[in-house]
Nanobody
Framework: QVQLVESGGGLVQPGGSLRLACTAS????????MNWYRQAPGKQRELVAG???????NYADSVKGRFTISRDNAKSTVYLQMNSLKPEDTAVYYC?????????WGQGTQVTVSS
């Protein structure tokens, strides 16, 4: 059974930073593409950033230059460094692991950007 556990969410002021972490268990982490999604109230879940097994990365236009995704295969962990946070970044952030037909999700962590 694959489990993904997110951490690092919280309340931060506009312009601040947070680092999310997602640790996987029960799988060969290095084979999976890892993604961060987010869902704001009343909106659809959207892809924020992704990193492949070969560490190619991609970002939503709205976060380019502010967010950085990285992975540490030795720790089975993917990170999302979020800088220059804006109120519109407020959402529940979900970790996703994907490989062919396999698709796993974490429980989500709340990020709130507010003064």
């Amino acid at each position: 059974q694959v489990q993904l556990v997110e951490s690092g969410g919280g309340l931060v002021q506009p312009g601040g930073s947070l680092r999310l972490a997602c640790t996987a268990s029960g799988t060969i982490f290095g084979l999976f593409g890892m993604n961060w999604y987010r869902q704001a109230p009343g909106k659809q879940r959207e892809l924020v950033a992704g990193i492949s097994s070969t560490e190619n990365t991609n970002y939503a236009d709205s976060v380019k230059g502010r967010f950085t995704i990285s992975r540490d295969n030795a720790k089975s962990t993917v990170y999302l460094q979020m800088n220059s946070l804006k109120p519109e970044d407020t959402a529940v952030y979900y970790c996703n692991a994907a490989l062919y037909e396999y698709d796993y999700w974490g429980q989500g962590t709340q990020v709130t950007v507010s003064s």
